[in-house]
């Protein structure tokens, strides 16, 4: 059974991309302005989102620049997109940060820099966008969170608990909104190709394009999923993980991560 109404006809569809410069927004955008969507695309840098707009088919794209930790430009630049669009169908939080931390080199600056970005921002996207979900009758939230969210992870001190905090606010939202018929997603990506994860000093097991992802999410919309994991080998065992008590999980885990 869907849990959200099944997205197929994407001609009909205004998508907000909050995160849309590279990585797996920016393979978003392109699959689902590729399928016939209108694209909104956000995020810090204009000249990157520029660059993702030019490979854009058609003209069914705005460009709207946002810190998503400054409520002033989350707040103009939903009111430039209902000037020019008069709403949006779905609203998809994408926009995060990664710094690999443990015990050993935590930094409070650096953590709350991080939570800024990957739970804050979602929050201050969330404050404007449900009044206007909430009048409109209709739509939809995605959050994009991380599989690192299931449970405690070696060298992901402060990125695993914010992304763990946006999986149980997804989970709670969806109590609230469904039955005003707003759907809530939840994505939970593995190990993608990005940026960010070029970080990483691991070879990282199920490693998947960006393009990959993406075409995963789209397949997730298109079912009505609340929960979009992939790649499902990597999360599934992942899931499995999280079902384990604890004298059996940290050992199995440190063993696997070799931490």
Not at 9 to 18: A, E, G, L, P
Request: hydrophobic fraction near 45%; include cysteine.
């Amino acid at each position: 059974m869907s849990l959200n109404a099944p997205i197929r006809d994407w001609t009909t569809q205004r998508v907000w991309i909050i995160g849309a410069s590279s990585g797996i927004g920016a393979s978003l955008a392109r699959a689902l302005s590729q399928r016939g969507a209108a694209v909104a695309l956000s995020a810090r840098r204009a000249d990157a989102l520029q660059t993702v707009a030019s490979d854009l088919p058609g003209e069914r794209h705005l460009i709207l620049p946002l810190d998503i930790t400054a409520p002033a430009t989350v707040s103009d630049a939903q009111d430039r997109l209902w000037a020019a669009w008069g709403g949006y169908d779905l609203v998809v939080v994408m926009a995060g940060n990664y710094v690999p931390m443990d015990a050993w080199n935590f930094q409070c600056v650096q953590a709350n820099a991080l939570l800024a970005v990957n739970l804050h921002g979602p929050l201050i996207v969330l404050e404007y966008v449900l009044p206007r979900l909430r009048r409109q009758g209709h739509g939809g939230l995605a959050f994009v969170s991380s599989a690192a969210g299931y449970r405690g992870l070696p060298k992901s001190l402060i990125y695993g608990p914010s992304k763990a905090a946006v999986i149980n606010l997804a989970e709670s939202l969806y109590f609230d909104l469904h039955p005003l018929g707003l759907a809530v997603y939840l994505v939970n990506p593995g190990f993608v190709r990005t940026p960010l994860t070029a970080r990483n000093p691991f070879k990282m097991p199920a490693l998947i394009t960006a393009e990959e992802a993406a075409e995963e999410i789209v397949r997730g919309f298109s079912r009505g999923d609340f929960e979009i994991h992939f790649p499902r080998r990597f999360t599934g065992l992942l899931k499995l993980l999280r079902m384990l008590p604890y004298r059996w999980y940290f050992p199995l885990v440190k063993r696997i991560t070799k931490s």
